[in-house]
């Protein structure tokens, strides 16, 4: 293949696109089952179709990602950042409205969703602001000053939507960087204090009533079993309900009976665990698992420290995307609406994790060139 390196071809990065391509095509057959839309006649539904052609488009994607050299994302992160925050604005005043949530920009054929975007632009700019900065200075609270305002523009912006489950993402993927840096400890406290006002002051002023409400039925479900607890208590019977093997594919009573809501996006692994069990939801959870350590082990890898950074920053947002919606499946955490990584349906989303799942795979193929 004329203009493009052969290492790169003998070194592809196998394991990240079997796992990333193994949890895609279990989330398509799963979409099957959840989608509402199937019945004897329409045995794949329309959004089962839809999902495909986004997973096409996003494995075109990951493969043009392997293409670019991921350094070259070094030297345009701010211009990548202040592009989404653009468009993030824009949404407030041009984005499509669907069940109350301004989140998408009406692009013709697709609706793009800018907030997804935000995690890869984020992710870019503090592996750029690392890189760069000394590896053996300790950060103080003033090295912390402005990535966090860097942080709070996009996550404003999201919350403002209203979408708290994206805002939240951004915020402990961006968080999760300080794992991996020389924090001092009068900063950390610091860092802790700054972040329970920033709660506070988020319940009283950006907070919906409905918002408020989840977390309330969270702490005693039987608060309002018919009303705001009814979602994570139907979640939490049909995962019960599957047992050891699960009730088998398309025999879910809670999916196919419809007492699940949003089965086809947040509460996709609902699905998962009624129909596939326990071992079913195990070989899954164990597939992000490998994604995870495979992450981390090619930022361990790398050749260069901004690699190693952008590796961590990918490994993150697909730990925390998963352990988030997880959790609030299965009742450990407030329902906030994160998607689970390519098993939910959505075309945005799906796509940026391919892209993401494509700069790993850079990072782990490029360490053999320089």
Not at 8 to 16: D, G, K, R, T
Not at 171 to 178: A, K, N, Q
Not at 235 to 242: H, L, N, S, T
Request: charged content about 10%; overall charge neutral.
């Amino acid at each position: 293949m004329p203009g493009i390196d052969r290492r790169l071809i003998q070194n592809f990065e196998w394991p990240v696109f079997v796992l990333g391509l193994a949890v895609s095509l279990v989330g398509i057959v799963n979409l099957i089952s959840a989608s509402p839309e199937r019945s004897a006649a329409n045995l794949i539904p329309e959004t089962a179709w839809r999902q495909v052609v986004w997973m096409g488009l996003g494995l075109a994607l990951l493969l043009a990602t392997l293409l670019l050299d991921y350094r070259t994302l070094e030297r345009i992160a701010f211009p990548f950042y202040g592009a989404v925050v653009t468009l993030l604005v824009a949404v407030l005043f041009v984005g499509r409205i669907v069940n109350g949530s301004q989140r998408w920009i009406d692009l013709g054929p697709m609706n793009l969703q800018p907030s997804e975007l935000a995690k890869l632009a984020l992710i870019v700019l503090f592996a750029r602001i690392l890189a760069r900065r000394s590896a053996t200075a300790p950060v103080g609270l003033l090295d912390l000053a402005i990535p966090a305002g860097l942080v709070a523009i996009p996550a404003a912006l999201v919350v403002k939507q209203p979408d708290l489950g994206t805002a939240l993402v951004l915020c402990v993927v961006s968080v999760s960087f300080l794992a991996v840096t020389r924090v001092r400890l009068s900063s950390i406290l610091l860092i802790g204090t700054a972040g329970i006002a920033a709660v506070t002051i988020a319940w009283f002023f950006f907070l919906h009533d409905y918002q408020k409400e989840r977390v309330f039925t969270f702490l005693n479900p039987e608060r309002d079993p018919l009303g705001a607890a009814y979602h994570s208590i139907q979640a939490q019977i049909a995962v019960g309900a599957g047992g050891l093997f699960g009730k088998g594919f398309l025999h879910g009573s809670q999916s196919q009976l419809d007492f699940l809501p949003e089965e086809q996006t947040d509460f996709v692994f609902s699905v998962l665990g009624e129909e596939w069990g326990f071992v079913g939801t195990a070989f899954v959870l164990l597939l992000y698992l490998g994604i995870l350590i495979r992450g981390l082990q090619i930022a361990h890898s790398s050749k260069d420290l901004f690699g190693a950074y952008l590796s961590v920053g990918i490994a993150a947002l697909f730990f925390w995307e998963g352990a988030i919606n997880v959790g609030m499946v299965i009742g450990l955490l407030p329902v906030v609406g994160v998607p689970l990584p390519m098993l939910s349906y959505g075309g945005s989303a799906l796509l940026t994790d391919m892209i993401a799942l494509g700069l790993l795979m850079n990072v782990s193929m490029r360490r053999y060139i320089f």
